[in-house]
């Protein structure tokens, strides 16, 4: 296990240091390590989106993908935090067109882009997961994820990089299952307890990973109405140390903001 540990460390040094190399991220990097604060983060995604225009490049639209994510994941509401989720997928496609097979696949062959997805390598696992993340949360937002195609496509996405790593970004593949199944209706696959296995699977994988609990309590603790389950989860989100994950620290201290309001919140 430590080996394991160890290699992976490595190699997420070694993608630090290439993404340091690439033109706009040393520009950037100054505000994108204080993106806690809005304004700063703002500029940060200024300073990619002018790298992209003199030189375009996966690294940079995955990024941004990522960016503008977060931007309406921590500081948007209403109309902005929706437009926000939009852009961030809009810029993951963008990455992912990066693969020529990608770019056939769903611009010229006209294919979803969970079909077009297969066949990505795992250097890819970034723009699949924020673009499927992205039109996730959009998509919650707009009620999109009550409409069988787009769901399914969406799914098939992230089913694909559970495929090629499970473990991807603390769990994620598994994290944003647990999500789908709670949140989509049965015609689109919706499942309770196929939503709990994954929660607990990204758990499992990430256990000081803040936001699995806080989407646990959100969307599966809610809809099976176990206020138990709900306040346990957040509680611990409460009470976990941000700083363990010091590359998520940022966005660990979103989780428990989230945690705190939703606490706040009548549970129904």
């Known amino acids: ?25 040393d520009e950037a990097k100054p505000y994108w390590d204080n993106r806690g604060d809005k304004a700063s983060l703002k500029q940060a995604i200024a300073a990619y989106e002018k790298a992209y225009q003199e030189n375009p490049s996966y690294e940079l639209a995955e990024r941004l993908s990522y960016a503008w994510y977060f931007q309406a994941d921590a500081f948007e509401e209403g109309k902005q935090k929706s437009a926000g989720y939009y852009t961030g997928y809009e810029w993951g496609l963008k990455a992912l067109c990066f693969d020529p097979g990608f770019k056939q696949r769903y611009e010229v062959d006209k294919k979803g882009m969970g ?56 769990g994620g593949p598994a994290r944003w ?38 989407l646990m309590a959100e969307n599966y603790a809610a809809k099976v109405k176990d206020k138990a389950l709900h306040d346990k989860l957040l509680d611990e989100v409460l009470a976990g140390d941000p700083d363990a994950l010091p590359e998520v620290a940022i966005e660990q201290r979103v989780e428990q903001d989230k945690a705190r309001r939703m606490k706040a919140e009548k549970f129904e």
């Open 1 to 25: 296990m430590k080996k394991t540990i160890l290699a992976a460390a490595g190699l997420a040094m070694a993608v630090s240091v290439t993404l340091w190399a690439q033109p706009g991220f």
């Open 115 to 170: 079909d077009a997805t297969s066949g990505l390598s795992l250097e890819f696992a970034g723009g699949i997961f924020w673009t499927a993340t992205s039109y996730g949360k959009w998509g919650k937002m707009r009620n999109i994820l009550k409409q069988l195609g787009p769901a399914k496509q969406a799914r098939k996405m992230i089913i694909y990089l559970h495929s090629l790593d499970r473990n991807y970004y603390y």
């Open 177 to 214: 299952l647990g999500t789908y199944y709670a949140v989509a209706p049965g015609i689109a696959g919706g499942d309770m307890e196929k939503s709990k296995k994954h929660y607990e699977e990204a758990m499992a994988a990430a256990p000081g990973y803040l936001a699995t609990k806080v």
